[in-house]
C-alpha cells in the first residue's frame, strides 16, 4: 500500500444505475485516506487516449441519485490490442497513477484482468451491470434499479392487454442470463418467463397457450430474455401468430429504457458499500478481484472466476413462475 498514492477510476462497458454512487464512493472514501483520485472519462478509451482529470471530493457532489455515469462509456477497439493497452499503460503512468478502479461488467473485468496481467498493476473490479450476471456476487449494481423499471412497465402493459384481451411478449435485456425476465415475471404476475438458460422455451409457450390462456385466461404477459436463438419476442410472437392464429399477439420490446433512471435505494447502498470497500481492498493488498456481495457481506472474487462462473437461476423461481400462472 506504500506504493499506492493515487487512484485511477472508470466506469466501462453498458451504464446501470448506482454508477455514479459508486464513483462517488470511490472518490471520497480514497480522499479519506489520504489518496489523491484521477478519473479517466469514456472506460479504456480515456486511458488510450489521456482523458484523464484529478478529482477532488466537490467533483462528485450531488451525483448519488443521477442513472448513467458522469465519467461516461464508450467501446475502445485500441484497448483490445497489446500497443493500445501499452499506451494506455504509458498515460497511467504519466499521471502518477499507481492503481485502479473500474466499474463495468463482464468484458470491463475481462480487460482490467488482461492489463493487470500484462502490467502488475493493482486493479479492483465494482459489478455494474444490470443483466445481474457475474459469478462471485448476488447483485450486481444496477440490477435492482432495472428490475424495478420493468415491472413498472410491464405494469402498465397489462392494463391495454386485459382490455383488448391480447397476449403481450415483453421483451427484457439479458441475453446470457434470465434473471431480470425471470424476476420481473414473479414481481409483475406474469404469465411466463422465457430466458436462456432454458432450452425448451417453444415448449414453455406452447404449454402456457394450451394450459393457461386458451382454458382460463383471456389476456397474458411473457417476459422474454433477449436471445438470438429464439429471436427474442418478436420471433416467438411470429410463431405464436403462425401456430395459434386465433390469439392477437403484441410485442413490447423495453430495450435501453432499463437502463436509465434514477438508482433505487437498494443500489445507491450497494454501489456505496461496494465503492468503500475497493479502497479498503487496495488498502490490504488485494489485487485484480471483484467486490461482490454474498448473503449481504462484502466479498472479494477473482477476475477470472467472476467472469467465468455460471450463475445459475433458481428452479424454484421457474417453478414458482408456473405455478401461480394458473
Excluded: W
Excluded at 436462456?196 to 390462456?213: H, M, S, W
Excluded at 422474454?224 to 427474442?232: F, H, I, K, L, S
Excluded at 450497494?270 to 487496495?282: E, K, N, Y
Excluded at 462484502?298 to 462462473?309: G, H, M, N, Q, R
Amino acid at each position: 500500500m506504500t506504493k499506492i498514492k493515487t487512484i485511477g477510476i472508470l466506469t466501462s462497458g453498458g451504464d446501470a444505475p448506482g454508477m455514479n454512487a459508486a464513483i462517488r464512493a470511490v472518490t471520497r472514501s480514497a480522499i479519506y485516506h489520504g489518496l489523491r483520485v484521477m478519473g479517466i472519462k469514456r472506460g479504456y478509451y480515456g486511458l488510450v487516449f489521456n482523458e484523464i482529470e484529478e478529482f477532488s471530493s466537490k467533483s462528485v457532489s450531488n451525483i448519488v441519485q443521477h442513472g448513467g455515469t458522469i465519467l461516461k462509456t464508450a467501446r475502445c477497439r485500441e484497448f483490445t490490442t497489446a500497443e493500445g493497452r501499452a499506451t494506455a499503460f504509458e498515460n497511467m503512468r504519466n499521471a502518477g497513477i499507481d492503481a485502479l478502479v473500474v466499474i463495468g461488467g463482464d468484458g470491463t473485468l475481462t480487460g482490467a484482468r488482461i492489463f493487470a496481467e500484462e502490467f502488475d498493476i493493482p486493479i479492483i473490479g465494482l459489478p455494474g451491470t444490470i443483466d445481474n450476471d457475474l459469478g462471485g456476487t448476488d447483485r450486481t449494481i444496477g440490477y435492482d434499479t432495472a428490475l424495478n423499471t420493468i415491472v413498472e412497465a410491464v405494469d402498465k402493459i397489462r392494463d391495454t392487454a386485459t382490455s383488448h384481451e391480447r397476449l403481450f411478449f415483453v421483451e427484457v435485456m439479458g441475453h446470457m442470463a434470465g434473471y431480470l425476465a425471470l424476476n420481473g415475471a414473479i414481481a409483475s404476475g406474469a404469465e411466463a418467463a422465457i430466458i436462456p438458460e432454458k432450452e425448451t422455451e417453444i415448449d414453455q409457450l406452447a404449454d402456457l397457450v394450451n394450459r393457461g390462456f386458451r382454458k382460463s385466461k383471456s389476456s397474458a404477459i411473457v417476459l422474454v430474455a433477449e436471445n438470438p436463438e429464439t429471436g427474442g419476442a418478436l420471433g416467438l410472437a411470429q410463431r405464436i401468430k403462425e401456430e395459434f392464429p386465433e390469439y392477437d399477439a403484441r410485442v413490447t420490446i423495453l430495450g435501453h429504457l432499463q437502463r436509465g433512471g434514477s438508482p433505487t435505494a437498494a443500489d445507491r447502498i450497494l454501489a456505496s458499500r461496494m465503492g468503500a470497500q475497493a479502497i479498503t481492498a487496495l488498502m490490504e493488498g488485494q489485487r485484480n478481484v471483484m467486490i461482490g456481495i454474498k448473503n449481504g457481506e462484502l466479498v472479494y472474487t477473482p477476475f477470472s472466476k467472476a467472469t467465468t462462473e455460471k450463475k445459475p437461476v433458481s428452479n424454484a423461481d421457474i417453478e414458482l413462475v408456473k405455478i401461480l400462472s394458473i
